[in-house]
């Protein structure tokens, strides 16, 4: 396999320090770039400069499916910033909150909140959040419960949806590396094929009905349930709450209607699928571009059709909505740009022959079925350390992909084990940006919602490591059900042993 040998895995590996020491995507994933190029120019800066600019950055810009995939970007954060202050969310939860007479059907409420707010992993918390955080008290839940509920239906949720921003992100990684390897499938199909086996956010979402309807709580969350059912103290007594954004208030101050979650969501799944079936869709191979155009149509309806609820019921004046609607299109500059330097590291990493580099060191020194694991691993590893997922799925996307190809590896069991790696990292850094905004939309103690929500999450994360190891082996859907059986069987002896080891103790033992 032709590569450059060692020199080759400089990029992506300066690109994960430079994520650790910066905590910024965009400046890592460029310093991995940069650092590439220099190695192809023979170490000559200005030249690679150049380089930088004219065959990779305004290369992926003039390329016609990334022109598609950015545009789509910008039409989708247009919309979500609609969604996000249309007030839908909270006359929602106004019509639900009168039927929730218990534990367990407050806390289901706020998790299908948190679903139904799919189309934004940043939104979810602070729109769900401040809505059941009342509800939550009253019941007497603790607030770090509520701060794990809508952290587990935030990016979990939005990783497996195929068609908004973190579909459309995911599936440009794909598609580049399909094209490098001359993959005739689409990115939408390798994508779908591919979510049966992203486990751990799959087990992520499905534990909390699990917790809800058992009560089956066990570490530091059990404890927390504990001393507000017992002394209904919100907060432990060195506990500082994250203080809430100032938007917070005149979201729950809004006066809306229902409809303006429902109604746009309708529209914008009616115009896809409208669009897709006379196309042979689902039977029929769907081309790239035609799909990208039917999903910015959707897109565009939606908007116009919320634009409209939100005039029609007087929720902000049109320049105002339009404002809002300008702004999310602004919004995803930054993940424009993520984009485009992740094409551009993976186009500098093939032609440096990174990933043939990677596939020669492990063939035949590492049996085909640990793949899964070390890739679920090491993204875990990279997204712990960084606090983000988005830059994980960067890095790890041109190595993973290809490794499955060489090495004869399942290619939607490897890209379910960068995504599931990049969320349970994630989910476990006390520097994640959507675990920070769990606990500010919950108003809990960030760091008593990352103790509480870790045992949980070393739980799930470890039934999907088994997971991995049996779909390396077998590379069948099968694999989901045994992490599933996997996590309910541990959730129940641990909790059986948390309840044994409570039992008979002081309140006060856990107020200390």
Sequence with gaps: MEHLGWVSIIPPLLAIVAALVTKNVIISLFIGTFSGVLILTGGMPLSATKTIISDYLFFQLTDGYNAGVLVLLVFIGGFVALMEKSGGAAAFAEKVIRFLNSKAKTQLAAWFGGIIIF???LGTPLLVGPIFEKIFDKAKISREKLAWIIDSTASPVAVLIPFIGWGVYIMGLIQKEFDSLKITETDWDAFIQAIPFQFYPILAVLMVPLVALTKLEFGAMAKAEKRVQETGALFW???KPMRKPDNMTELQNTKSKASLIF?????LLVTLFGMLI????????????AFRVALTTAYLFAAIVLIGLMVFYKVKKFNEVFDIYLSGMQRMMTVA????LAWS???VMKNLGTANYVVEIMDGNIPVYLIPIILFAGGACMS????????????????????????????YVCIGAVLSGGIFGDHCSPISDTSILSSTGAGSDHIDHVKTQLPYALLNGAAALAAYLIAGLTSSVLSLGAAI?????????????????????????YLN
Excluded at 278 to 289: A, V, Y
Aim: hydrophobic letters at 55%; glycine letters at 8%.
């Design 263 to 267: 109604v746009p969501l309708l529209v």
């Design 278 to 289: 006379p196309l042979g869709f689902p039977f029929e191979k769907i081309d790239g571009s």
């Design 237 to 239: 007594p060195n506990s």
């Design 485 to 509: 059986m996997i996590m309910i069987t541990a959730v129940v002896v641990i909790s059986k042993w948390q309840n044994q080891k409570m039992v008979g103790a002081d309140k006060g033992n």
């Design 384 to 411: 712990f350390a960084t606090g983000t997922s988005w830059g994980t799925f960067a890095i790890m996307m041109p190595l993973a992909i290809p490794m499955a190809v060489h090495l004869d590896a399942s290619i």
């Design 119 to 121: 189309f934004s992993d």
């Design 337 to 340: 740009a993520i984009l485009v």
């Design 345 to 347: 590291l993976g186009t």
